[in-house]
Structures are given as structure tokens and as C-alpha cells.
């Protein structure tokens, strides 16, 4: 069984751009978590899924920020017209059903640059 | 408003000697304790979780959970070199909602 992977590693883009990230869990993994973390901090949660359905978002996240999990299985991440402060390593996290504590498994993350 | 606090350091340690983390949180309504060992770079990786008063002890690693004082620690005996990192502490509210991370902690282990 392999860990949670996301896709990019890195991105690099402008100000103003939109970017797309993709995560999958690791598998028969039913909840995934998206989080932001910037140097220096622990991470920040943005959004949590249980199968397809998005059951909480992080009041801090603005519109411009969207994610999906159309099949219950790996979920994307979109930022709309990116702004410098985005710049942020963008953690995807799978937590197992039914073990009672829903430890967190965290993928190697998507390193985003806004320049 | 749920707050999980860390002492940022730097934490140096010796080799061979006990590193003592520390971690504590507002809410009171907290239920499961982790801690994740995050190297520079890198994501986090689990250690280990506890969510009933006491000691609970892997390998080198001890997590100890003290409801009443809202305080969890980690002790890593016979630090290593390779234990430098950096330490978070997470909290969860409810069971399977997000985890509230702390600042984290550095740590040293002097060779």
C-alpha cells in the first residue's frame, strides 16, 4: 500500500493565475483533509472531506479557494487568481474509518510560489 | 477559540539524553492528542497519538496526557542525532474533525 501522493511537487506561478492540486489518499482511506503551512508555523486546516462529501472549510478560507472529491477518492485543491500570500506548502492528509482516533497521514505536500 | 501552544525553541539536547517536549491546549473539550516529527522540508509523519490520562510509551517515545491540566508532552529517550526536527503537537475537538496544530518545536540533538 503506498502512501498519500500529491501532484505537483513544486509550482511556480504569477500573481493573478489560477493552480490546481490533486492528492490521493492512501486507499480505503474514507476522510481526507487539506491544510496550508508557511515557515515557521504548524499546519493550518483548510477543508476535510468524509467519502465525496466536503463536511467542513475553515472560516480563513477565502472564494477563491475550492476543493472537490468527486468520487470519494482523490480530491483536488483550486486557487483562483493566486495572491503573493498564498505562497505556502499545501498539505493533503488521509485518516482511516473506524479506528476510533482518526490518526492523520500526511502526504509530501505541493510547494506553491506565487511570484 | 482553540489554541494549542509550544515553547518554538531551539530545544538542544546531548545525545543519549531525554528531550522533553511540551504542549498545551485551551479547549477543553479536546479528546485526541498527536504528535507529528516534521524535518525540514518535509511533511509531517506521525508518531504517535494518546487520548486517555497518562503514560503511553513506543519504543523511545512516551506521549503523557494530563486532561485536568489540558497538558501533553513527549519525552524522546536516548535522543539521536536524528530525532532533530521539529515536533508539533495536534489537538482534535471531536473525533475525525480537523486537527489544531501547535507552532512546534525544534529540536537539537548535539553529537
Known amino acids: 500500500d503506498t502512501g498519500v501522493s500529491q501532484d505537483p511537487r513544486h509550482k511556480i506561478t504569477k500573481r493573478g493565475q489560477n493552480v490546481t492540486f490533486r492528492c490521493d489518499p492512501i486507499?480505503?482511506?474514507?476522510?481526507l483533509y487539506w491544510y496550508r503551512q508557511t515557515l515557521g508555523q504548524g499546519p493550518e486546516f483548510l477543508t476535510y472531506f468524509q467519502n465525496e462529501a466536503q463536511l467542513e472549510k475553515s472560516r480563513l478560507l477565502s472564494d477563491r479557494f475550492s476543493a472537490e472529491r468527486p468520487k470519494g477518492s482523490f480530491s483536488t485543491l483550486e486557487i483562483q487568481r493566486t495572491e503573493q500570500g498564498d505562497s505556502a506548502m499545501y498539505l493533503c492528509?488521509?485518516?482511516?474509518?473506524?479506528?476510533?482516533?482518526?490518526?492523520?497521514?500526511f502526504g509530501p505536500g505541493t510547494r506553491l510560489t506565487v511570484t | 477559540q482553540k489554541e494549542v501552544e509550544q515553547n518554538s525553541g531551539p530545544l538542544s539536547v546531548p545525545e543519549g539524553a531525554i528531550a522533553s517536549l511540551n504542549c498545551t491546549y485551551s479547549d477543553r473539550g479536546s479528546q485526541s492528542f498527536f504528535w507529528y516529527r516534521q524535518y525540514s522540508g518535509k511533511s509531517p509523519e506521525l508518531i504517535m497519538f494518546i487520548y486517555s490520562n497518562g503514560d503511553k510509551e513506543d519504543g523511545r517515545f512516551t506521549a503523557q496526557l494530563n486532561k485536568a491540566s489540558q497538558y501533553v508532552s513527549l519525552l524522546i529517550r536516548d535522543s539521536q542525532p536524528s530525532d532533530s526536527a521539529t515536533y508539533l503537537c495536534?489537538?482534535?475537538?471531536?473525533?475525525?474533525?480537523?486537527?489544531?496544530f501547535g507552532p512546534g518545536t525544534r529540536l537539537s540533538v548535539l553529537p
Open positions: 486507499s480505503e482511506h474514507n476522510r
Open positions: 495536534a489537538v482534535v475537538h471531536n473525533y475525525g474533525q480537523n486537527f489544531v
Open positions: 492528509a488521509s485518516s482511516p474509518k473506524a479506528t476510533g482516533v482518526y490518526e492523520q497521514y
